[in-house]
């Protein structure tokens, strides 16, 4: 079992930053690729980063390609995803999960994290 919580949501003007930080606790969390998936109001769940255990290689949503970093520190046991230039389309609900493998479908995340709200104002 691996528990996931995440923190760092909040409200930012559009071009702002933000740091989400998803705690893993878990005997074997830091084995496992984490990923970060998003969902706005009235839209399905979509991945936007992924990292594996090692911390290489990542991937990326095209729309997020340039703007996030997705790192993990295994000694913390903690994921991060860096937010630069964010747009009011960011606005979503942010999730991390952990995966046995390095995918981007959600339906290969078992374990998911209660989410944090970001809100990108105009």
């Known amino acids: 079992q691996v528990q996931l919580v995440e923190s760092g949501g909040g409200l930012v003007q559009a071009g702002d930053s933000l740091r989400l930080s998803c705690a893993a606790s878990?005997?074997?969390?830091?084995?496992?690729?984490m990923g970060w998936f998003r969902q706005a109001p009235g839209k399905e769940r979509e991945f936007v980063a992924a990292?594996?255990?090692?911390?290489?290689?990542?991937n990326y949503a095209l729309s997020v390609k340039g703007r996030f970093t997705i790192s993990r520190d295994n000694a913390k046991n903690t994921v991060y995803l860096q937010m630069n230039s964010l747009k009011p389309e960011d606005t979503a609900v942010y999730y991390c999960?952990?995966?046995?493998?390095?995918?981007?479908?959600?339906?290969?995340?078992?374990?998911w994290g209660q989410g944090t709200q970001v809100t990108v104002s105009s």
């Open positions: 990292i594996t255990w090692s911390g290489s290689p990542t």
């Open positions: 999960a952990a995966a046995e493998r390095f995918r981007t479908a959600t339906s290969a995340y078992a374990y």
């Open positions: 878990g005997r074997t969390a830091s084995t496992y690729t």
